[in-house]
């Protein structure tokens, strides 16, 4: 409860700073007199909530870009496993991926409208470009880092390659690959919404381009905002399912060290010396634990 109250007041203090920059119109270095005020954009939220447009952009976005990152999530992991388990993949493959991975997602606008018969499609596709480098490139080192001994291990008891790929390969390359995925999301964003700008007809980023062009500075802020928000929602929920499925790797959380530091004092009688319990204890035990959980 502690952390997430600091949280909140790190939230509210900003806003804060933010309504007493732009209300009392602060011109040093940067221009704060030209930004709405909070209660501006509150307002204009209010406004946008009650309207269907607003959930129509809302919708239309999250469409496009679940589906272009479930493509790139499926695609990357693919092309990332058989590169770097196959060296004709990488040779056939490999030099083709790296010259088209420093272009940027965006870059491929003219690309998509070129190729697909509609923007929807071609924005998909952006949306898909944009996350699937990371995954692949996440994927691909996270494969090539595990141990050969689990491959030798499955090998001697008469496993396959399929058997290797589903009981060694995928479950040891998932930190890696849900690495990149998070990765891949927060940049989906920023290319769904640029594509919105350019060449989309509803979604936030065609709204708040939309709203710029009129003017409406309190609406381009509410699209921000919209896109923020929904940012955080889909990169919490890839990290979430990457704890899910990774239950079974040691962890360090951040009160580890308190706990053990607990721990210690709770198994350590009042009379025993500064040294604590004895090894051999059943305190000393649980107190070897915790040292050993911070540890890994």
Same mark, same amino acid.
């Given at each position: 409860?502690?952390?997430?109250?600091?949280?909140?007041?790190?939230?509210?203090?900003?806003?804060?700073?933010?309504?007493?920059?732009?209300?009392?119109? /602060?011109?040093?270095?940067?221009?704060?007199?030209?930004?709405?005020?909070?209660?501006?954009?509150?307002?204009?939220?209010?406004?946008?909530?009650?309207?269907?447009?607003?959930?129509?952009?809302?919708?239309?976005? $999250? #469409?496009?870009?679940?589906?272009?990152?479930?493509?790139?999530?499926?695609?990357?992991?693919?092309?990332?496993?058989?590169?770097?388990?196959?060296?004709?993949?990488?040779?056939?493959?490999?030099?083709?991926?790296?010259?088209?991975?420093?272009?940027?997602?965006?870059?491929?606008?003219?690309? &998509? %409208?070129? $190729?697909?018969?509609?923007?929807?499609?071609?924005?998909?596709? %952006?949306?898909? &470009? !944009? !996350?699937?480098?990371?995954?692949?490139?996440?994927?691909?080192?996270?494969?090539?880092?595990?141990?050969?001994?689990? *491959? *030798?291990?499955?090998?001697?008891?008469?496993?396959?390659?399929?058997?290797?790929?589903?009981?060694?390969?995928?479950?040891?390359?998932?930190?890696?690959?849900?690495?990149?995925?998070?990765?891949?999301?927060?940049?989906?964003?920023?290319? #769904?919404?640029?594509? *919105?700008? %350019?060449?989309?007809?509803?979604?936030?980023?065609?709204?708040?381009?939309?709203?710029?062009?009129?003017?409406?500075?309190?609406?381009?802020? /509410?699209?921000?905002?919209?896109?923020?928000?929904?940012?955080?929602?889909?990169?919490?929920?890839? *990290?979430?399912?990457? =704890?899910?499925?990774?239950?079974?790797?040691?962890?360090? &959380?951040?009160?580890?060290?308190? =706990?053990?530091?607990?721990?210690?004092?709770?198994?350590?009688?009042?009379?025993?010396?500064?040294?604590?319990?004895?090894?051999?204890?059943?305190?000393?035990?649980?107190?070897?634990?915790?040292?050993?959980?911070?540890?890994?």
């Amino acid at each position: 409860m502690r952390r997430y109250a600091l949280r909140a007041a790190s939230l509210a203090a900003a806003l804060g700073l933010w309504q007493v920059l732009t209300g009392k119109d /602060v011109d040093l270095w940067l221009r704060f007199s030209q930004f709405p005020t909070v209660t501006d954009v509150a307002r204009a939220f209010g406004a946008r909530l009650s309207g269907p447009d607003y959930w129509t952009d809302l919708t239309d976005s $999250l #469409v496009r870009i679940l589906t272009g990152f479930l493509l790139a999530a499926v695609l990357g992991v693919a092309t990332g496993v058989l590169v770097a388990r196959s060296r004709l993949a990488e040779d056939l493959l490999g030099p083709v991926l790296e010259v088209v991975r420093p272009v940027p997602a965006i870059a491929l606008v003219p690309v &998509a %409208i070129l $190729l697909f018969p509609s923007n929807e499609q071609g924005i998909v596709f %952006i949306t898909c &470009a !944009a !996350a699937y480098f990371p995954v692949l490139v996440s994927t691909r080192h996270a494969v090539r880092a595990l141990t050969p001994v689990w *491959e *030798e291990a499955v090998r001697t008891m008469g496993g396959g390659r399929w058997r290797i790929l589903g009981s060694v390969v995928l479950p040891g390359a998932l930190p890696g690959v849900f690495g990149g995925l998070s990765v891949g999301i927060g940049v989906s964003w920023i290319c #769904v919404i640029s594509a *919105e700008m %350019i060449s989309g007809q509803y979604g936030v980023g065609y709204r708040t381009w939309q709203d710029y062009t009129v003017v409406d500075y309190p609406g381009v802020f /509410v699209g921000m905002v919209t896109i923020g928000v929904l940012g955080w929602l889909t990169s919490t929920a890839v *990290e979430l399912l990457g =704890r899910r499925l990774t239950r079974w790797l040691p962890r360090t &959380a951040y009160g580890t060290a308190a =706990r053990a530091h607990r721990a210690d004092r709770r198994a350590t009688p009042a009379s025993a010396p500064a040294g604590g319990t004895p090894s051999g204890a059943p305190g000393g035990a649980r107190t070897q634990e915790a040292r050993d959980e911070h540890l890994v």
